[in-house]
């Protein structure tokens, strides 16, 4: 059997192994994704041994920023590289979960609507002293310009598979079976559940921002404006928080 025949033959296989009826299973299709990647995730980005290699590596500082990174990295890969992957070898296509470029216009009147909404809401919100103990996630009293560009990066790159995941492959995978309703309660009882290890607060806030976020993402037949919502939500609310924080400065040196 030479090469090209060999590769054929797997994935073949893969796509056999993965494929799925779409009418009977794709509930259980984007369910399981979604609890599975998210766990995988949860593991290994808060893995005690990788803390401990930055830490050994890197020192007490750039640890404060590297483990955050770590985090949002492993959030784009096993929650957005991953179920592509996946979905790449089943009879499904990134189509179907909301990666398309339909309604654009529709999705661009909702950014502009509720996107000054949102970061007013991040801006009195983040002026709480409470809310600034926990934001910015990097924890660091220096930030440089480095740090703000990685940041906006990671957030940017972490919450499309966020969003693809949750408001993608969750979402429309049970909308079908399920009608909008009934996903919507299916998708906020997972997304809130995926909040409480953050505390009570944030656990109750996602309840009403992923019923919107849903909503909108039906409406729109796409997952960008979930996704860039998400991302005015996340960055609005870290660097009102940064600014606020007595504790903290923006420095435009990039020197140690």
């Not at 290699?53 to 890197?58: A, P």
């Not at 920023?65 to 179920?83: E, M």
């Not at 709480?128 to 220096?142: A, E, F, G, L, T």
Request: a positive charge; glycine letters at 6%.
């Amino acid at each position: 059997m030479n090469l090209n025949l060999f590769c054929s033959w797997i994935f073949f296989k893969l796509k056999t192994l993965f494929s799925i009826e779409p009418i009977v299973s794709t509930p259980i299709f984007g369910i399981t994704i979604t609890i599975i990647a998210f766990i995988i995730y949860w593991l290994v980005s808060k893995s005690k041994a990788v803390l401990s290699f930055f830490t050994n590596s890197y020192g007490k500082e750039k640890t404060l920023v590297y483990k955050i990174l770590f985090q949002k990295f492993s959030g784009f890969l096993f929650l957005g590289i991953v179920p592509v992957l996946i979905i790449s070898f089943s009879s499904y296509t990134l189509e179907q979960f909301g990666v398309n470029s339909t309604n654009l216009l529709h999705s661009l009147y909702w950014i502009l609507s509720l996107g000054w909404a949102i970061f007013l809401l991040s801006f009195f919100v983040s002026r709480n002293p409470n809310n600034y103990k926990i934001y910015p996630q990097i924890r660091i009293s220096k930030w440089r310009t480095k740090t703000i560009f990685l940041n906006s990066f990671s957030w940017l790159l972490y919450l499309l598979s966020y969003e693809f995941l949750f408001r993608g492959i969750l979402l429309y995978s049970c909308l079908d079976t399920f009608g909008i309703t009934g996903s919507i309660i299916i998708n906020i009882i997972i997304y809130a559940s995926a909040h409480i290890p953050k505390g009570l607060m944030e656990t109750i806030g996602s309840l009403p921002i992923g019923a919107l976020l849903c909503y909108i993402t039906i409406s729109t037949g796409n997952i960008w404006a979930a996704v860039v919502l998400h991302l005015i939500m996340a960055l609005s609310n870290d660097y009102v928080s940064l600014y606020q924080n007595p504790k903290m400065k923006i420095s435009r040196s990039n020197k140690s």
